[in-house]
């Protein structure tokens, strides 16, 4: 089985300051992780993904995570808030070679950027 | 190609009517997928289209519910005799074969059960 949790229904960020959203993971082999945004009535647009290779991950709008099997973590960090950041985000797993096609989601993370 | 395509944006019915929401998935994509998404609460899945063959179901997905990908390319998805509980987002995606570079989502179909 898989799933994720996200630690923190709601963070509260000042403009420029560092942006860090919780992610673990629990799964029965390596996964491949992934983080979204979604902004109020639209889909979902994809952040930044791992799969295999380097652990730590770049994505757009400044947006990085590192994949950390130790701690089952797959935490999204940006530097420097920016007002137009402010979103819900959402981690989400699979598990390659299971035969399971469906990404499954964490409950979500809405950030609010203060100015 | 303009993405992933869901029509209506919003719909509003009375509890007990049927309703019927269309996806067009990137053209080149042969992976589509229906979730459904409550207020607060991330994507729940539904249902998954390999070209036309739907090899996946969810729980979720009750009687009253049906989706069909006719020709490998769009999608609808049907709620029969609905009720408030189907309140919620629908989201489609689409993503090629494998799935490891992500889905590309729709902007979803709100639908409303008054």
């Known amino acids: 089985a898989q799933s994720v949790t996200q630690l923190g229904s709601h963070v509260s960020v000042s403009e420029g300051a560092l942006v860090l959203l919780r992610c673990n993971y629990s799964?029965?082999?390596?996964?491949?992780l992934f983080w979204y945004v979604q902004y109020p009535n639209q889909g979902l647009q994809l952040l930044l993904k791992?799969?295999?290779?380097?652990?730590l991950v770049k994505g757009i709008n400044g947006f990085e995570a590192e994949f950390k099997k130790s701690e089952t973590s797959f935490h999204l960090t940006k530097p420097s808030a920016h007002m137009s950041d402010a979103a819900e985000y959402f981690c989400a797993v699979i598990l390659p070679y299971t035969g399971r096609r469906a990404l499954t989601f964490g409950s979500g993370t809405r950030l609010q950027v203060q100015p | 190609d303009t993405g992933v395509s869901q029509d209506p944006r919003h719909k509003i019915t009375k509890r007990g009517q049927n309703v019927t929401f269309r996806c067009d998935p990137i053209?080149?994509?042969?992976?589509l997928y229906w979730y459904r998404q409550t207020l607060g609460q991330g994507p729940e899945f539904l249902t998954y289209?390999?070209?036309?063959?739907?090899?996946?179901k969810s729980r979720l997905l009750s009687d009253r519910f049906s989706a069909e990908r006719p020709k490998g390319s769009f999608s609808t998805l049907e709620i029969q005799r609905t009720e408030q509980g189907d309140s919620a987002m629908y989201l489609c995606a689409s993503s090629p074969s494998p799935a490891n570079y992500g889905y590309t989502f729709g902007s979803g179909t709100r639908l409303t059960v008054v």
């Open positions: 289209f390999q070209n036309e063959a739907q090899l996946e």
């Open positions: 053209s080149e994509h042969n992976r």
């Open positions: 799964s029965s082999v390596p996964p491949y």
């Open positions: 791992y799969t295999t290779g380097a652990t």
